[in-house]
């Protein structure tokens, strides 16, 4: 399994009509050629943006998905007319699901909802580390899983190879305080996941996001 986080960047008029338009015509024809895995929406930062994940078998399997839905007229003549002037930037990172992560389809498939927030995390590696971290990770990433709810954990295959992105649900902004805090009191993520994993990153970023009404995970 293979995942697609895409991420596009709007004028702030352009988002609820973008939303609007692609929930009641592009769902219904991309659902048949792409898994949606979860669909969110950011509002802070320089500009509106939506962030959405997208499961496939393998590179191939979406290489096969996305040339026949440019095969459909449904796509590419009533669709995309009408959205892309809406879309102001777009970026698309391929990623390859770690051995720590969950099964995301899998639980967008269980349609989970009472999630009002999510956090997206990416951590730069150093280079020549990217083994050893996700080996450290396979060892002592249990103490994560015990206090957040896990969306899923990937290497960039495609893009900054040398990043790991992550992404954690909450019910709402007190939860995840109150998990956070959990997760920073206990001796097993301080003393195996910091002092194993830590070393490994020289980076990190997090944004944060509310699903959209058709999002399978919310």
Do not use: C
Request: proline share 5%; net charge neutral; hydrophobic share 45%.
């Amino acid at each position: 399994m293979i995942y697609e986080l895409r991420t596009y960047d709007f004028a702030p008029a352009d988002l609820a009509p973008y939303l609007k338009l692609f929930e009641a015509e592009g769902l219904p024809v991309i659902s048949g050629y792409a898994d949606l895995t979860g669909y969110w929406i950011a509002d802070t930062g320089a500009m509106p943006r939506t962030v959405h994940l997208w499961a496939y078998e393998s590179l191939e399997h979406r290489a096969q998905q996305r040339r026949a839905l440019y095969d459909d007229a449904r796509w590419v003549k009533d669709f995309l007319p009408r959205a892309l002037p809406l879309i102001r930037r777009q970026h698309s990172q391929l990623l390859n699901p770690l051995s720590i992560s969950v099964d995301s389809k899998a639980l967008a498939e269980k349609k989970t909802a009472g999630h009002a927030l999510f956090e997206l995390r990416r951590y730069g590696v150093k280079f020549g580390q990217m083994t050893a971290v996700q080996q450290a990770l396979h060892a002592s990433g249990a103490s994560l899983l015990k206090h957040l709810n896990m969306v899923g954990y990937w290497q960039a295959i495609t893009g900054n190879l040398s990043e790991l992105t992550h992404l954690w649900m909450y019910r709402d902004a007190p939860a995840r305080e109150l998990q956070q805090a959990a997760l920073a009191a206990d001796a097993g993520f301080r003393n195996e996941f910091l002092a194993d994993v830590a070393p490994h990153f020289d980076s990190m970023s997090t944004e944060f996001f509310r699903p959209a009404d058709f999002s399978p995970l919310r």
